[in-house]
């Protein structure tokens, strides 16, 4: 299956559009933390969860580069170094759009809630499928498929999650920067970096689940023949 001429295809093409979404991130992110503003991104954070009604969530720094995630078990706004210490566009763009997802937790947003219950059986599924697909693929040689079906499903799992992914990252870079612009933390010519930032952010969620629906279908494709 691996030199099927369409997997090669598929894979050649997400590998393009994901160095390429990876690349404009990076050059924007660098681009606008050269646009200072008055709040770092830690006090940015913590002004828009206050502002949003929310004591419970904690913001703290982590190590690395765009490491940046809300995790709703700890209730916790993680950011990493750059962005937490630093004043910037970029800083203030990254921040606002992990508290977006601090609201939508709070608001019991219904995409979000329906990603974080299937993470359980995401989490297995990309931990053993590509030995169940690899160990199906061997077997349907000889006739029987049943193992590749499982190994396809496991995968399917995890196309599901990149798909629901999406409008949870769209929502939350909505929701950062309708409140960037109440609350004039960025106005003018920074509200159009930040959301640049934020579009080419959402970029690389949109390459990684059209990636994941094209390998599914060439996986189907398989085997279907």
């Known amino acids: 299956m691996i030199a099927d001429p369409l997997y090669l295809i598929v894979a050649g093409l997400a590998l393009i559009a994901s160095r390429t979404a990876g690349f404009m991130l990076q050059k924007r992110f ?29 913001v703290i720094s982590v190590a690395g580069q765009l490491t940046d995630h809300y995790n709703p078990a700890k209730k916790t706004v993680n950011l990493s170094d750059p962005v937490c210490h630093q004043a910037n566009v970029a800083a203030a763009a990254v921040a606002a759009h992990e508290c977006g997802h601090a609201v939508q937790h709070a608001k019991a947003y219904a995409p979000l809630t329906f990603r974080s219950a ?20 061997v077997m349907a040689a000889s006739g029987s498929t049943t193992v590749l079906w499982i190994g396809v499903a496991m995968f399917a799992a995890t196309t599901l999650f990149s798909i629901i992914t999406l409008p949870v990252e ?3 870079s909505r929701r950062a920067l ?17 959301a640049s930032a ?9 390459v990684a689940a059209l990636a994941s629906i094209g390998q599914l279908l060439v996986f189907l494709r398989y085997l279907r023949r």
Do not use: C, R
């Not at 359980?120 to 590509?130: G, L, N, W, Y």
């Not at 934020?198 to 949109?206: D, E, G, H, I, R």
């Open 118 to 137: 299937i993470v359980p059986v995401v989490s297995i599924s990309s931990k053993f499928m590509q030995w169940v697909i690899l160990a199906g693929v």
């Open 170 to 172: 769209f929502d939350a």
């Open 198 to 206: 934020l579009k080419w952010a959402a970029s690389t969620y949109v």
């Open 30 to 58: 660098a681009e606008y933390s050269q646009s200072p503003i008055g709040l770092t991104g830690k006090q940015v954070a913590e002004k828009m969860l206050h502002e949003n009604g929310i004591e419970d969530v904690e």
């Open 178 to 194: 309708k409140w960037l612009d109440q609350s004039n933390v960025v106005s003018g010519a920074q509200h159009e970096q930040a």
